[in-house]
């Protein structure tokens, strides 16, 4: 019932930024909470930011002051901007939302995207 796509990952190199988006369609009625995690091999997947319908943020400690998350609602979409970013951040990175769909208003449920690879060399 609701897809969501990511986009934006890639190859660079220590010090650069990347801008990963993740947009969702299908029967949506509203979105609350939207998240980025990441999953590097050998790792536990990890929370990395997340932001809720009011805009509040939370950061995992070690991406605080490098990465933003924000959201556009009119168009479903979530976003994470990486600046500064370090070999140890290579990992695939995940979206995940929390969404009420037109036939579930009340129940809402946590979609996930495919995963984008973030790799970044040294």
């Known amino acids: 019932q609701v897809q969501l796509v990511e986009s934006g990952g890639g190859l660079v190199q220590a010090g650069g930024s990347l801008r990963l988006s993740c947009a969702a369609s299908g029967s949506i009625f509203s979105i609350n909470a939207m998240g980025w995690y990441r999953q590097a091999p050998g790792k536990q997947r990890e929370l990395v930011a997340g932001?809720?319908?009011?805009?509040?943020?939370n950061y995992a400690d070690s991406v605080k002051g490098r990465f933003t998350i924000s959201r556009d609602n009119a168009k479903n979409t979530a976003f994470l901007q990486m600046n500064s970013l370090r070999p140890e951040n290579t990992a695939v990175y995940y979206c995940?939302?929390?969404?009420?769909?037109?036939?579930?208003?009340?129940?809402?449920?946590?979609?996930w995207g495919q995963g984008t690879q973030v790799t970044v060399s040294s």
């Open positions: 932001i809720n319908s009011g805009g509040s943020t």
């Open positions: 995940n939302m929390r969404v009420s769909t037109t036939s579930r208003v009340w129940v809402p449920n946590d979609y």
